[in-house]
Structure formats: C-alpha cells, structure tokens
C-alpha cells in the first residue's frame, strides 16, 4: 500500500493505519528528517527478521537503531545518561542525529550495538512529526534502519531512496505499506557514540553536533 501522509499534519485516521499494520507484524517504509527509513514494532521477532531480510543483514550482526518519539521513551532503554550528554542531547533532538549510548537490561538482545563487552543502543528522534505520531500511538518505538543500501556518506542519491513512487515501485512486494511524505533527504543522520561520556562521530551525516556542543 501507498499510502500518502501530510508531512505537518499527519491524518489520525491514517496514522492509525500505520499503527495496525505495525501492531500486526508488518513493516513499513516511512519518512525521516533525513532518508526514508524502513521500520517495525520493536518488540515484534518475526517483523524485525523480515526487516533484515529486505535490508539483507544478518540478524545476529546487524546495527538496527530504536526510533523514539520523546526522552522518557529513550529512558527506558539506557542506563542513566551522563548530564553533559543529556544536555546536548536535549539541544540536538529532535533532528538528524543518532545517538549510541549504554543499553539496560531492557533491550531486546537484536537490537544491542555490541562495542567489546560492552552493550550499546543507538537511539534516534528524527524531527518529523510522522514518525514521532506513529511511535506515539503505537506505545511504544520500532525498529528502524535507513533505506539506503549502502552506509556511507553519499552527496547525491537516487531516485529509490527519495522518491516515494519509486521506491514503491522496488519495495511495494517486500514491505506493507510505503508512507509517502514527499521527497526524502538525500543524506542519513549523524551517528554519534556517546558510550563512553565522550562525542565520537561515526558517520557525518545530516546534522552538525558542534554546533550544540
């Protein structure tokens, strides 16, 4: 399904369809404030090994990212983050960052960043109101991971990963539903390790982190 979502005033009625579909194991393709993402209920196994399977990871080694919709959310799968963190943080979210920092025991184990013994999460709050409705209703995040096929820093992208009719048109067979928001960003977020009370940026991406720090 195709399904068209107004970018700043997302249709209850068709958030909710989204959230159904969700609830009943699917998986969507959905608009972030950097690329299209493809994303799951979280707590859904089987939903989040079909993801895998669209995005060719394995399940046992891939980097999948928690897609939250406020702080209290993100809470409730880290240890207690440092008060310099938390205030970049709260300056730098909502918007294009991911944000890898220490995981609790609540985590599912298929979502943990391994980083030697230590386990990790990486969390994101996109600044998109469609994705932050869809978590909100839900209750609770979704498993989420971008569209492009390869992660790297690209400056221009294709039409598969930024055009919603065109990526439709690739995914409409693999995934349930494909929210169309508009054009997509042509640059992924930001990946920034936090684990270790420090700011290593992974991957340069959309948002600039010096600009909060």
């Known amino acids: 399904m195709l399904l068209k979502i107004h970018p700043e005033n997302p249709e209850q009625r068709k958030i909710k369809t989204v959230v ?20 799951c209920d979280i707590y859904n196994q089987k939903a989040v090994e079909k993801l895998c399977r669209i995005k060719g990871l394995d399940i046992e080694k ?7 919709d406020n702080f209290s959310q993100l809470s409730d799968f ?15 979210l909502p918007g294009p960052f991911t ?25 994101r709050i996109p600044d998109h109101k469609v994705p932050l409705e869809i978590v909100k209703l839900l209750g ?17 992208v294709s039409e598969v990963e930024t055009d919603p009719a065109v990526i439709y048109e690739k995914y409409s ?23 270790d009370n420090e700011f290593k940026i992974l991957r340069q991406g959309a948002g600039d982190l010096y600009q909060y720090l």
Request: aromatic fraction near 4%; charge should be positive.
């Open 62 to 68: 891939a980097t999948l990212s928690i897609l939250c």
């Open 173 to 195: 067979k693999l995934v349930d539903i494909v929210i169309d928001s508009g054009l997509g960003g042509i640059r992924p977020s930001t990946i920034v390790d936090c684990s």
């Open 20 to 39: 159904e579909c969700l609830n009943n194991g699917g998986v969507i393709i959905y608009p972030t404030d950097t690329i299209y993402g493809l994303g």
């Open 140 to 156: 609770n995040p979704i498993i989420t991971t971008s569209l492009r096929d390869k992660d790297i820093e690209i400056v221009e």
């Open 78 to 92: 880290t240890v207690p983050i440092d008060n310099m963190v938390f205030r970049v943080m709260k300056k730098a």
């Open 99 to 123: 944000f890898i920092l220490k995981a609790n025991n609540k985590v599912p184990s298929r979502v943990l960043w391994m980083k030697k013994k230590k386990k990790t999460v990486a969390i």
